[in-house]
């Protein structure tokens, strides 16, 4: 599965609303998308700490309204003004609802309020939430909706207690999927690997950039020319679900090794 960071960012602008219809439009899997909330309590896709670098505002967005932040425009790749505005996670959702899995990355902090809005458009099975937190944090902090949401931890296998982590997660709520993160592909991490891959749940691997997959990353296939060290590698470590900077590249790769439609 192609997993799209923030939408396709390089064509439109980053977590916009026409950046996840296209990938909607050439059929990547799930959108990556980051979440910030309004001075009113709104829940908007935003990923940094201020609207300065993505939009024509500038400031953090939890000084402005909804109403306020309509006022800005969406910036493009070459920070450029656009005619597109901040979206909201419930035009998100209604946007994906029935086409696009979405993947909720920087959002942890609004966990029940998430919930609510997937409940209310109807895609709780459609979005996954995650953290990079340990199992009995996240169960104190929202235990009451944990087993309600598509909840994928975060391991982060150069940690000296990410096998602990792991062993916690599979006793008291095994996950349908992990997000692993490495800077290396040493004996160490291979096994690690294995031994989520072993447990029964899918692999969730970055190839946004070398420290995040042990250095078999988008760049690597692209400007290097080596997909299959790349995403191939990737592919070969059992991972099912790869989230990327290059999804039409991506996609076209994996079409033409017949895993992908």
């Known amino acids: 599965m192609v997993v799209s960071h923030r939408g396709d960012w390089r064509n439109a602008p980053e ?3 026409q950046a996840i219809q296209n990938c909607i439009d050439m059929g990547v899997d799930m959108v990556e998308v980051d979440l910030k909330k309004t001075k009113d309590g709104h829940l908007i896709v935003m990923h940094d700490q201020t609207i300065d670098r993505t939009t024509t505002g500038k400031g953090k967005p939890e000084n402005y309204t909804l109403e306020e932040l309509r006022r800005f425009r969406l910036k493009n790749g070459a920070a450029h003004k656009t005619t597109h505005l901040i979206p ?11 086409k696009i899995l979405v993947n909720i990355d920087k959002g942890y902090d609004y966990f029940k309020e998430a919930y609510c809005i997937l409940e209310k458009t109807g895609t709780v099975d459609q979005c996954v939430i995650k ?6 944090q996240v ?19 150069n940690k000296e207690d990410a096998e602990k982590i792991i062993d916690s997660y599979q006793k ?3 996950p349908i999927a992990y997000e692993l993160v490495f800077d290396n592909d040493e004996k160490e991490t291979l096994r690690l690997i294995q031994k989520v891959r072993d447990s029964g749940a ?4 970055n190839s946004l950039w070398p420290k995040l997959c042990g250095g078999h990353d988008d760049d690597r296939a692209v400007e ?3 997909p299959d060290e790349s995403w191939g590698w990737i592919i070969a470590q059992g ?15 994996l079409r033409n090794k017949k895993l992908h439609d």
């Open 139 to 157: 169960k104190v902090e929202n235990g009451e909706v944990l087993d309600k949401v598509i909840f994928m931890p975060v391991i982060n296998l």
């Open 202 to 205: 899918r692999l969730f691997v």
């Open 15 to 17: 977590n916009s609303l």
């Open 88 to 98: 909201t996670l419930e035009e998100v959702m209604l946007l994906c609802k029935g």
């Open 172 to 174: 008291h709520l095994k």
């Open 239 to 253: 991972a099912k679900l790869i989230q990327t900077d290059r999804p039409a590249l991506l996609l076209e790769y």
């Open 224 to 226: 290097l020319h080596q």
């Open 131 to 136: 953290a990079g937190l340990p199992y009995e």
